[in-house]
């Protein structure tokens, strides 16, 4: 067994050797894209899960599929300490830069230019040319995009942009990673573009990933979001899918899996893609022949376990306050979840009404989400095993 011929690689949006089990997905987001094309109205898509699930993963296949079929795309991740603007203007940039090389003079292409431009010098929540360096030597489009009310601004940026877009018979793909961390007001803002954009027939399609918290984040934002949107589940694989995934990368090698270590590796991962890629590699390096077995997948495990410990769970744990921990261990005692927070409160012996600050903190950070009013749950799979490890104590914190 050859280290070096080791086909799996876990890692954050590492595309994994058989790409199983999304298949449906992808052929909706394809004829999404399509229709855009052929100037047929879709909606855009914001794909839902949890982590470790592989959205990045899938919005980087997104990214390619859109360039082959001739979109210009601009592929965003939101951090949690940039605005909306900040994370907007470097690839629209860019794509107006790439509508700008093509043959012929284009009035819009040339507008698009001096609406960014406004849209970055002027307004309280514009972006300074000092923190973005757009390089664009050219007059604004003074009273459109400055207004410095986010809603009318990025409406009308899209807008120029799209018109951009249509003027070279092009389409453009907006591909944005990690939609929850925008604050409501900044995705009451996206929503509101991309409506005007519907609205006025414009190439451009929004597709997105995000937590499960961003379906009651849009719902706050805009009330229409639902009918602009379509919110698809990401889930673990089924046990089929699973299987595909493990085996198929390992038979091009010339290696098989037993049926026993194939079906301890999905106990252990709960079906998770990332968890699948960790335990298969591991289990690889553990075996010493073919075919891999059972006992290789128990040695794997506590490598698997390590190491998720010390880099996944790990940077994630070291984010959070005191607090904060005391509230996930407590979560944790009662098991992977969803809990009511009544109950959270009490395993540590608090008030509900009292820890609901450190709740709202957490959800804001990504590390729970509330799938029913009252509930909480880990975005993390199979992090209250972590934090029943890291912090080894009674269950009564």
């Not at 070096?4 to 987001?29: M, Q």
């Not at 898509?45 to 082959?68: M, P, Q, W, Y």
Request: hydrophobic share 40%; with cysteine.
């Amino acid at each position: 067994m050859n280290p070096v011929r080791n086909p799996y690689g876990p890692g954050a949006g590492t595309p994994p050797p058989e790409l199983s089990g999304r298949t449906r997905i992808l052929t909706d987001v394809s004829i999404a894209l399509q229709r855009k094309l052929a100037n047929r109205p879709d909606k855009s898509v914001i794909l839902v899960g949890l982590r470790g699930v592989g959205k990045t993963v899938l919005l980087n296949r997104i990214d390619e599929d859109a360039r082959h079929l001739g979109f210009r795309t601009a592929m965003i991740e939101v951090s949690e300490n940039k605005p909306l603007p900040q994370v907007l203007v470097p690839m629209l940039r860019t794509i107006l830069y790439e509508f700008d090389r093509m043959e012929g003079l284009s009035e819009a292409v040339k507008r698009g230019f001096r609406v960014l431009r406004s849209f970055v010098g002027r307004g309280r929540v514009s972006v300074q040319m000092g923190e973005i360096d757009i390089g664009l030597a050219i007059d604004p489009e003074i009273g459109t995009a400055d207004s410095g009310d986010l809603d009318t601004d990025v409406s009308q940026l899209f807008v120029a942009i799209g018109e951009a877009a249509a003027s070279r018979k092009a389409a453009i793909a907006l591909i944005i990673d990690e939609l929850q961390y925008l604050e409501e007001h900044e995705f009451a803002a996206l929503i509101m573009a991309i409506h005007r954009i519907t609205q006025r027939n414009l190439p451009v399609l929004l597709v997105g990933a995000a937590l499960p918290t961003v379906r009651g984040l849009a719902g706050r934002a805009k009330s229409y979001a639902e009918r602009l949107f379509d919110f698809p589940t990401i889930g673990p694989l089924v046990d089929s899918d699973a299987y595909e995934a493990i085996q198929v990368p390992a038979k091009r090698e010339g290696v098989c899996f037993t049926a026993e270590a194939l079906a301890a590796i999905q106990e252990k991962t709960q079906g998770y893609p990332y968890f699948l890629q960790e335990w298969a590699y591991q289990a690889w390096n553990a075996a010493s022949v073919s075919p891999i077995t059972e006992q290789d997948v128990r040695t794997a495990t506590q490598s698997s376990i390590k190491r998720l410990d010390e880099s996944f769970f790990r940077v994630r744990f070291d984010r959070l306050t005191n607090a904060e921990k005391t509230y996930l261990r407590a979560m944790a005692s009662l098991g992977p979840g969803p809990h009511r927070s009544s109950d959270i409160a009490a395993a540590y012996g608090a008030k509900a009404t009292s820890v609901g600050p450190t709740r709202a903190t957490l959800i804001s950070k990504g590390m729970i989400y509330s799938p029913a009013h009252g509930d909480a749950a880990f975005t993390v799979p199979l992090f209250d095993e972590f934090m029943r490890r890291a912090m080894p104590f009674e269950d009564r914190v």
